[in-house]
């Protein structure tokens, strides 16, 4: 991955072009196993199934509290820029000159940039902010 910009709270970066395809099993039984399932093996190729505009998607890691409930800090996230933004979807936003990554929320003709974490405020979308809803996260990968 390339990284295209950095601070000390966001660091984007650019999906690489190549393929790898891995091995997959399939849908994983939390149950009993079956014998057979052990011999079942396809491919997959993560990038193809994650980036569906590749000019328009970035990665990013996740930096902060504020989305503590939906995401932990070091996650990588995949952000669409083509996406259209609606209300309950979870936006890359740039406001007040820095990013932040927040829950859009559309109520009574207003919007409303949502933090997961009830300690950081809610903000308000409105002619006295500058805010650009940047791009929409489309995936997330944790570490366990």
């Keep these: 991955m390339k990284s295209i910009y950095k601070s000390e709270k966001l660091e984007l970066f650019t999906p690489a072009s190549s393929s790898m395809e891995l091995p997959y099993v399939g849908g994983i039984v939390a149950g009993f196993p079956s014998p ?15 980036v569906k505009h590749p000019d328009a998607t970035f990665y990013a ?17 995949v952000i669409d820029r083509s996406m259209e933004w609606t209300d309950n979807k979870i936006a890359l936003c740039y406001v007040e000159n820095e990013f932040t990554l927040k829950r859009i929320k559309i ?10 974490n009830s300690d950081f405020p809610i903000i308000e979308v409105n002619d006295d902010k500058d805010v650009i809803i940047w791009g929409i996260v489309t995936y997330s990968i944790k570490k366990h």
């Design 36 to 50: 057979a399932d052990d011999f079942v093996y396809e491919s997959i190729d993560l990038n193809k199934l994650i």
């Design 61 to 77: 890691r996740v930096r902060g509290q504020s989305m503590v409930g939906d995401f932990m800090e070091d996650d990588l996230l």
């Design 107 to 116: 109520e009574n003709g207003k919007c409303f940039l949502i933090p997961s």
